[in-house]
């Protein structure tokens, strides 16, 4: 995806904070690595070694979908596809991509907000959350160097505005099927789109303490199609685990009685296990720090690697809606 990025914008005129954010892509390829402390998997951090899939090329549909696409158009950031226009109301330029916008919140989180496994799920999230963490992405007070950070620095109020909006207004779907084995297929972490995928002519390999995020089809992920979402392989026990923590912990308390938001606390039920499990390290480590995140530095603190792991696996098991 970084690759195509640069591919996509080389041609047009840099400014200055897009020239850098693109600098300093083009080195994190390379050096994209996650703090000692954290567990390398829930951060998606491509494998040094890269077996070949299969590429996306010429006209593309999705199925169920009256739409089609030439495959160089919508690769990159700027022009994400909108395969079903007529499940969501008419959407601002800051998110389908237009005129001066060259990181469209749809080419990541897609046009229903859902997003993939190294992304995350805004649908319905309320404006005001998501306002609040373009602002601490911004700050600096939530990290993450390679995507949201130099996004957040780019895009105006106005846009942020605009986005928050229209995702707020979505209904999110079940994405994600939590599936316990010890077992999984084998995977590794594709450079493109920084996805876990199945190995190729790969067997099963023990899954250890991690959880292990594939698409369900990789091609319809690849072209971001909505209708098309994860599994997420998690240790057997883990839901059942989760559920005894998420009582003892009281996350109800704050994020509603079925989970699905409260007030300044945000839906956990349905959210993928990765993209939670990322959150649940980063709130412990402090990458997710500052006076919003104040509520769950002493919920994150109590966590073993293992609670994070089933809390993670029991939440993206809940229903979204
Ligand atoms: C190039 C890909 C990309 C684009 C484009 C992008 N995002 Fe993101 N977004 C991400 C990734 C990756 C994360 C997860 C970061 C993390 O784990 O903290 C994320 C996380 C977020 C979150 C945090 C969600 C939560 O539940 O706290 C919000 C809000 C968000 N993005 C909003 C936006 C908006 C609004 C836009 C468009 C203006 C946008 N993003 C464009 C990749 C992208
Ligand atoms: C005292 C209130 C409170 C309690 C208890 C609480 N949370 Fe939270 N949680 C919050 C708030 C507020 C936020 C939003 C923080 C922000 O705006 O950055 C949040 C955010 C989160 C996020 C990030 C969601 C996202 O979309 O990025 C996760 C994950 C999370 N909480 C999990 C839990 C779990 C699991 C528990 C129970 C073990 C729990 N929380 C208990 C208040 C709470």
């Known amino acids: ?4 990025t640069l591919r996509n914008v080389s041609a047009v005129l840099l400014s200055g904070a897009a020239a850098l954010f693109l600098a300093r892509e083009a080195g994190a390829q390379q050096a994209l690595s996650v703090p000692a402390g954290l567990p390398d998997w829930a951060f998606n951090i491509p494998d040094k070694v890269q077996p070949a899939v299969f590429k996306v090329e010429g006209t593309i549909r999705a199925p169920g979908s009256a739409k089609e696409y030439e ?3 919508i690769a990159g950031n700027a022009n994400p596809p909108d395969w079903f226009p007529d499940e969501h109301p008419p959407a601002p330029k800051a998110v389908t991509g237009g005129q001066g916008i060259r ?3 749809g080419s990541c989180h897609l046009m229903s907000g859902q997003g993939h496994s190294e992304s995350a799920d805004i649908a319905g999230m309320p404006a005001a959350y998501i306002i609040r963490q373009m602002a601490n992405y911004k700050s600096g007070e939530r990290k993450d160097n390679e995507r ?3 996004i957040a620095k780019i895009e105006s109020d106005e846009d942020v505005r605009a986005a928050a909006e229209y995702f707020s207004t979505l209904k999110p779907h079940v994405w994600v099927k939590v599936i316990e084995t010890a077992m999984p297929p084998t995977t590794f972490i594709a450079t493109a789109g920084r996805h876990r995928v199945l190995l190729p002519g790969g067997g099963t390999e023990p899954i250890g303490q991690r959880i292990l995020e594939v698409p369900e089809d990789p091609f319809r992920v ?6 098309s979402g994860f599994i997420a392989y998690v240790p057997p026990g ?4 989760g ?3 998420a009582k003892a912990g009281r996350c109800a308390a704050c994020h509603g009685d079925t989970l699905k938001g409260k007030g300044e606390a945000p839906r956990l039920a349905g959210v993928q296990p ?3 499990a990322r959150q649940l390290f980063d709130f412990r480590y402090g990458s997710r720090a500052g006076d919003a995140a104040a509520p769950m530095k002493p919920v994150a603190a109590g966590l073993t690697d293992d609670d994070i792991i089933a809390l993670s696996s029991y939440l993206g098991s809940l229903p979204p809606a």
Do not use: Q, T
């Not at 883990?238 to 685990?241: F, Y």
């Open 1 to 4: 995806m970084i690759r195509r």
């Open 103 to 105: 990181f469209a919140c």
């Open 71 to 73: 495959a160089a158009k």
């Open 238 to 241: 883990s839901i059942a685990k």
């Open 148 to 150: 949201m950070g130099p």
């Open 243 to 245: 559920e005894a923590l």
């Open 274 to 276: 990765l993209y939670l």
């Open 222 to 227: 690849e072209i971001r199609d909505p209708h």
